[in-house]
């Protein structure tokens, strides 16, 4: 994923809100959102064989996202798909499972991972010690650490708290994923990509032909106890080529 936004403990109905845009090239093989093992469901990077989101029948979830450093390319490191698997297939709870995976974090190409459950979530980086539970309220993961204020992100918080407090419905959700404006010039971080992919990345729904948001997901955990999770598949020009629905109550 290269946009996460998160509500954990902000919602009357959810435990917890989870949209996020994965941004990709567009040649780069995958398949969308299935069951990829009995109680596994999520989508499946044809490259590296691994998820960028998934989530266990209990409620346990995990996702990785890049961390944009493109003056360090690590030679040889495995995919960063497979840390998300590694998370939901270890059966130790969430912070123990990351805990687990620091030593491959440092030496993995750049990233983050998120992982939990409605119970709790954590946070771990290959660009930060440790691993840190997150606290209640929202949340939002971009290419940098955890609530780094880029203009993406701080604008996905903001409307995300709207969402919670005007709309509560999946759509409203899809409706700020699919956010294609461009931040302002004075507002775009200096990533070390250029100011033209600065600009081409910083909107949260990124068009064009060869790299862009390649799928949309809404992750609803309900205090109800069940689970809702949509995603939508998007082309080159950004437009919608399917939907995937799940919905399932989840297993203690």
């Given at each position: 994923?290269?946009?996460?936004?998160l509500a954990l403990d902000a919602h009357p109905r959810y435990a917890l809100v989870l949209a996020a845009n994965r941004d990709e090239f567009h040649r780069r093989p995958a398949l969308p959102a299935d069951w990829l093992?009995?109680?596994?469901?999520g989508g499946r990077d044809l490259e590296g064989g691994g998820t960028w989101l998934g989530l266990r029948r209990d409620g346990r979830f995990a996702l990785v996202t890049n961390f944009r450093e493109p003056g360090r390319p690590r030679t040889g490191a495995p995919s960063r798909g497979r840390l998300p698997l590694r998370v939901l297939e270890d059966p130790r709870p969430p912070a123990t499972a990351l805990e687990a995976l620091l030593p491959d974090l440092e030496r993995s190409h750049g990233c983050n991972l998120l992982a939990g459950s409605p119970e709790g979530v954590c946070f771990a980086s290959s660009h930060?010690?440790?691993?840190?539970?997150?606290?209640p309220g929202i949340h939002g993961l971009s290419n940098h650490l955890l609530d780094?204020?880029?203009?993406?992100?701080a604008r996905g918080r903001r409307a995300l708290a709207s969402w919670i407090e005007e709309d509560g419905t999946p759509e409203g959700l899809f409706a700020l994923l699919g956010d294609r404006r461009e931040?302002?010039?004075?507002?775009?971080?200096?990533?070390?990509?250029s100011l033209d992919w600065e600009r081409r990345l910083s909107p949260a729904f990124i068009v064009s032909p060869d790299y862009g948001t390649r799928c949309s997901t809404v992750l609803l955990l309900g205090r109800d106890g069940e689970a809702r999770f949509h995603e939508r598949s998007f082309g080159t020009e950004g437009q919608l080529l399917g939907e995937r629905r799940f919905q399932f109550p989840l297993e203690d």
């Open positions: 994923m290269c946009l996460v936004l093992a009995p109680g596994l469901l930060a010690p440790g691993v840190h539970p997150l606290e780094t204020p880029w203009p993406k992100v931040a302002p010039d004075a507002e775009l971080p200096r990533s070390g990509v």
